[in-house]
């Protein structure tokens, strides 16, 4: 067992797991944050995808003793208050989900490819970007759609910034 | 149309919770107490199950129980079971293999469950699994449906001689013979159907709660129809009368029909709650999924098309095999028959059809119902077909299809559907125009000139969706009805909540289905609520599938809004004291027409709940109920053509343009309706270039994890360009089609015909891979 400590979502918090927890488990099972989702065994499909100290992670493959001291981030901490975050709200004026598992993931990505690149976003690179991130329901169309508008929304909103 | 009514784009009411990370899934659920199931599970394809020593697991930290088969046969669990009689040809009815929950004598796929550990954690329970001994004596194993039909093949079932589920036939073919004497043309095509892996994201899950003071269990689980499932719970498996159990699916993550079918692991999870005296949950991984979820398709057919001078279609014989796996699967057995080779008319006018389908068991994971259960592989071979013969004749194959379109409705196949209506000149039409049809050969030649084959591939569906008319289901051997059910509840403020029987997994039912009340009442559709997936809220219900939830579904609210408007017209014009018949409903209140005079939904609801002023002889309140049997099946129908360039030096397949005319009748939400297509046809170019759930001569499966198994990626598919032709629907009053299963059943033969078109070389299986398409490109 060890004591591990993380900031999640702004808040401190510090839990005692056995060594072999891997921070999925610690957001779901310790801080009730059920919104990252676990879609496989093997680090593909992205739907547990948080953002560690600002980049983009798949936290099944990471041990919750390596996040130790980080900043974590998790869907249920990008809106402001009631202000939803650009890519949630693009997610949902696109119709970019269906079932909603893999959005999560989907969004958390999302942000960290935007950031990235900017406003350099075309389809391809979109596209490209997205591929350790699976959706069995929207067919990527609209995902796709979702962050070449959310794209243009967070630059204006850092421009007004 | 109002802005949120029927027609309208409006965004989905339940987007918020899961873009916000507030889903709730069966795995995000705790309980109190709740304790963790790991299965045991078989590693070998076949095997005699010898001994399970579990006495080094029970002394392990945290382990509460370790239970096996034999106990289940001892507490007289119900084996699992087929809803769908079929008969075979000789009369005789299809043979069923006995499939225990857990196997307390024989295993007979990989990831057959054989013994099942509880413990006070996940990590726990899998330490555990680890020191539980099986014993095992390896049998010989099949798993291809060629090796397993051949005589001396290894047997599975005692009641399946020859691994033979069934030989059924439909069809005259006494006609089909007299067609194809006459013919001037035969087309001949032999093509394998892929057995897919259906991966709804979300991975099953159960949670079973037993409360032993009142001999009632709760049930949390995966499921797309949580109603079938208490029944089939409560009525085969000997867990729990139906009032002492109660389902509930909450949100679920994808289904695409897996998570139509009561599996092993819930029925397990919910007799070991009894036993425990505890909550056990079990949520699956993902190489669980793989083993354990039911595949789709898994079919091998030779066919053979008659044409006369005039490339009319005489006749179509098929023969098909079709994989069942290990164990026939809830409703399995129907669909490589009455949901395939009832659709084997495709679009076309063919005097006379003759089918024979095979069952086979081999040594792999059951096969069932995977989005569009039987029509994707009918489609898959009609258009395969008439691409073939369009090449082999030397025609257009757009003129070929045209040439031999149904056109006048209704329209009785000779495998009993009967098309009540559509246009399949106008679906063509909008697709060729939208692709540019007429200048595909200077792009041909152009793309030549850079060194990339180029080829375009049409593929004409058609469906039976708005599953089902009971009685017709009934007589050919279903063992449920397909109506559906609903319940209105106008509270006493006016706000509304729907009662449905239909279950949301993906589909947008929380918007759409307060679309109608929008549409009917004039209120905003914040006003009212969707009440779907738990038993003990919802009366009864048949679930989500078979593109039927706005066909059947929402037609069972209609009936129930009318019934309710009824009641609230004669509340209305007791109030405004006015007569009934000039009562009528706008923008959220009770009019006398051509008067002022108007009374609020509210104040009409209010009035019926105080019951002050109620006409004489009424029932106080406002809440009605229907049930609603649709007549027919519905027919959606449409073109797909697909625009690719294969590079010869790689195989590698590059989308230029994709276009999809659909007919789905009335449309409730163009938005939802165009992501219902985006995700099928993904799942048919899945088909097509990547997918394949492959097993090894010994049936070991070779693709049980994402690492394997190729799923359709960001960058492995276009985006679409879709429109939309319509013909209403005559067979339900909102002239809706269904369009859940539409991408998935036409995209394959589209892409697949594209590519043969590109190489100029007609046989191809899928998937498609680079690897397999430069072999048979460079293939003498």
Redesign the interface.
């Known amino acids: 067992m060890s004591t591990v400590k993380l900031t999640v979502n702004g808040k401190a918090v510090a839990v005692d797991v ?1 060594d ?1 927890t891997l921070l999925v488990h610690v957001l ?1 099972d310790h801080l009730n ?10 680090s ?2 992205g ?1 547990c995808v948080v953002h560690v100290d600002g980049r983009a992670v798949k936290s099944c493959t990471m041990l919750a003793g390596q996040a130790d001291g980080a900043s974590i981030t ?3 901490g990008i ?1 402001k208050g009631d202000e ?1 975050h650009p890519m ?1 709200a693009a ?3 696109n ?1 970019g ?8 993931g989907m ?1 958390m990505s999302a942000i960290d490819i935007v950031h990235r690149h900017g406003g350099q976003l075309d ?2 690179t ?3 970007e ?2 350790g ?12 759609k979702a962050v070449l508008d959310a794209a243009g929304r967070m630059k204006v909103s850092q421009a007004a910034e | 149309m109002g802005v949120e009514g029927i027609g309208a784009r409006v965004v989905r009411k339940e987007d918020k919770r899961f873009i916000t990370g507030k889903g709730r899934y069966v795995d995000d659920i705790k309980l109190t107490g709740m304790t963790h199931a790991h299965f045991i599970r078989s590693p070998h394809a076949h095997a005699k199950v010898k001994k399970i020593d579990s006495s080094a697991a029970l002394k392990m930290p945290g382990v509460i129980a370790v239970l096996n088969g034999q106990q289940l046969v001892d507490d007289k669990v119900g084996n699992l079971i087929c809803g769908w009689a079929i008969t075979s040809k000789d009369g005789s009815p299809m043979k069923m293999g006995a499939w225990p929950a857990m196997a307390p004598e024989t295993v007979r796929f990989v990831g057959q469950a054989v013994a099942v550990v509880i413990a006070e954690s996940k990590n726990l329970a899998r330490d555990a699994a680890e020191a539980v001994v099986v014993d095992y004596e390896e049998l010989p194993a099949v798993a291809d449906i060629h090796a397993a039909i051949k005589s001396g093949a290894p047997q599975l079932h005692p009641e399946a001689p020859g691994n033979q589920v069934y030989d059924w036939v439909i069809g005259d073919e006494g006609a089909a013979d007299a067609a194809f004497a006459k013919a001037a043309n035969v087309v001949k095509l032999d093509v394998t159907n892929n057995r897919l892996a259906p991966n709804a994201m979300e991975p099953r899950a159960a949670i079973a709660d037993y409360d032993a003071a009142e001999e009632h269990f709760t049930l949390y689980t995966t499921s797309q129809n949580p109603h079938v499932a208490r029944l089939v719970l409560s009525a085969f498996y000997n867990i729990a009368p139906e009032h002492k159990l109660r389902v509930i699916a909450p949100d679920v993550g994808g289904g695409f029909g897996s998570k139509i079918f009561i599996y092993p692991e819930e029925m397990v999870a919910l007799w070991a709650s009894k036993k425990v005296g505890r909550p056990v949950k079990w949520t699956g991984d993902r190489t669980e999924a793989f083993l354990t979820d039911a595949h789709g398709r898994d079919h091998v057919t030779h066919a053979e098309m008659a044409f006369d001078a005039q490339n009319k279609i005489l006749g179509l014989k098929v023969k098909t095999y079709a994989n069942f796996g290990a164990y026939m699967s809830l409703f399995s057995s129907s669909v490589p028959t009455y949901l395939y080779a009832t659709l084997l008319s495709g679009q076309y006018n063919i005097p006379a059809i003759h089918a024979e389908v095979i069952g086979v068991y081999t040594n792999t994971t059951p096969v069932d119902a995977y989005r569009g259960a039987g029509r994707p592989e009918a489609s898959y071979l009609i258009e395969r077909l008439m691409e073939t013969a369009a090449r082999q004749l030397k025609v257009d194959p757009a003129q070929l299809r045209r040439t031999n379109f149904i056109t006048q409705f209704p329209h009785q196949t000779p495998v009993i559907m009967a098309y009540d209506t559509g246009d399949f000149n106008a679906s063509l039409d909008a697709a060729m125009k939208a692709i540019d049809y007429a200048g595909f050969p200077a792009r041909k030649a152009k793309a030549k000139a850079d060194g990339k084959l180029r080829g375009i591939g049409v593929s004409c569906y058609i469906e039976a969706c708005g599953i089902a008319p009971s009685k017709a289901v009934g007589s050919l051997g279903a063992g449920v009805g397909l109506w559906e059910s609903a319940e209105v509840r106008v509270n006493p403020v006016g706000t509304i909540e729907i009662l449905t029987g239909s279950h949301s997994h993906g589909q947008g039912h929380e918007t759409t289905f307060c679309q109608l009340v929008a549409e009917r009442l004039g209120i905003p559709i914040s006003q009212v609520s969707i009440v779907h997936g738990d038993t003990d809220k919802v009366q009864f219900g048949m679930g989500t599938y078979g593109s039927r939830s706005a066909a059947v579904g929402l037609t069972a609210i209609l009936k129930a809004m009318e019934k309710m408007e009824s009641k609230a017209k004669k509340i209305a014009a007791h109030a405004l004291e006015a007569s009934e018949a000039d009562i009528v409903i706008e923008n959220g209140e009770f009019k006398v027409t051509g008067t002022d005079k108007a009374i609020a939904l509210p104040m009409v609801a209010l009035a019926a709940y105080t019951a002050h002023n109620l006409p004489d002889g009424m029932e106080p309140g406002l809440k009605e109920s229907a049930f609603y049997d649709p007549t027919n099946f519905t027919f959606p129908a449409g073109t797909y053509i697909c625009e690719l360039e294969v590079d010869p030096g790689t195989g590698k397949t590059s989308f230029v343009n994709f276009v999809a005319a659909d007919d789905f009748g009335r449309l409730i939400n163009p938005m939802i309706v165009e992501g219902q297509v985006h995700g099928g046809l993904v799942q048919g170019i899945g088909q097509a270039l990547l997918e394949h759930a492959i097993y090894d001569a010994n049936g070991q499966p070779v693709t049980a994890s994402f690492m394997d198994y190729a799923m359709p990626r960001a960058d492995d598919v276009p985006s679409f360009n879709l429109s939309h032709t319509t013909t209403l629907c005559p067979g339900n009053p909102l002239g809706i089609k269904g369009c859940g299963e539409a991408g998935a059943i036409g995209a394959s033969a589209a892409v697949i015909n594209a590519i043969t078109d590109a190489i100029g070389k007609n046989n191809l299986e899928m998937p498609a891979t680079p690897d397999r398409v430069w072999r048979t490109i460079h293939a003498a």
């Open positions: 056995e072999r779901r944050l059920t919104g990252t989702h676990v879609g496989c065994d093997t593909q499909c739907a998790t869907i249920e809106a939803l949630q997610f949902r004026d119709h989900l269906q079932c909603g598992y893999c959005t999560p969004i389809e391809a979109v596209r490209s997205l591929e991130n699976i959706c069995r329901c929207t067919g990527y169309h609209n995902i796709v």
